[in-house]
């Protein structure tokens, strides 16, 4: 009977682990693994001429087209700062709503910015929608306009997994 008993309990037990990861918030959609590429570009690409720790990074807020959702530039953002801020011996970053030129900027900062285009729509597929993006980063230095850094990265995003808007979930007639 014990053994039983041992049995359904350790039924139970493994149900229940495998129900914990269930979390559909917890899963990181295209937009939030498109922000830590984005990320890692950033930090590695440009040839930097300054060390790593003292360096100051000012993220604006990604411009995102309305096709890819009301939320898919605070997804963007989010992946791309925690990103930022979690590299081993990383820069300083700060979220800041604009970053202008400023004359008296010191030279370790730097204003990242992004842009999130999708140039042709959406491509309609037989069992979906694709959204062909374009994502420019753009890095200038805190006392200049000019670019100083720049990349594009083109790709396309899947709308099972976007928070899309009303208007792009419709269906196409």
């Known amino acids: ?16 682990c495998a129900g914990m990861d269930n979390d559909l918030s917890r899963h990181r959609t295209p937009l939030e693994n498109l922000g830590q590429t984005a ?12 060390s790593t720790s ?10 995102a087209d309305a096709d890819f959702g009301a939320c898919a530039d605070a997804r963007f953002d ?5 990103r930022l801020l979690s590299a081993r011996d990383g820069p300083q970053v700060l979220s800041v709503a ?6 008296e900027t010191p030279d370790n900062q730097w204003r990242l910015s992004s842009d ?3 140039p ?32 594009e990265i083109d790709g396309a995003l899947d709308s099972l997994g976007l928070p899309l808007s009303q208007a792009a979930a419709t269906p196409a007639p």
């Open 1 to 16: 009977m014990s053994r039983w008993t041992f049995m359904v309990l350790l039924a139970l037990l493994m149900t229940g």
């Open 39 to 50: 990320a890692v570009d950033v930090l590695k690409a440009p040839p930097w001429p300054d």
């Open 54 to 63: 003292h360096r100051v990074i000012l993220v604006t807020p990604v411009e």
């Open 78 to 82: 989010d992946a791309l700062i925690r």
């Open 98 to 103: 604009q970053a202008s030129a400023q004359p």
């Open 116 to 118: 999130l285009q999708s």
């Open 120 to 151: 042709l729509g959406a491509i309609v597929l037989s069992d979906r929608k694709l959204y062909p993006y374009r994502l420019t980063l753009t890095l200038r230095r805190g006392n200049s306009n000019d670019i100083w850094w720049q990349k």
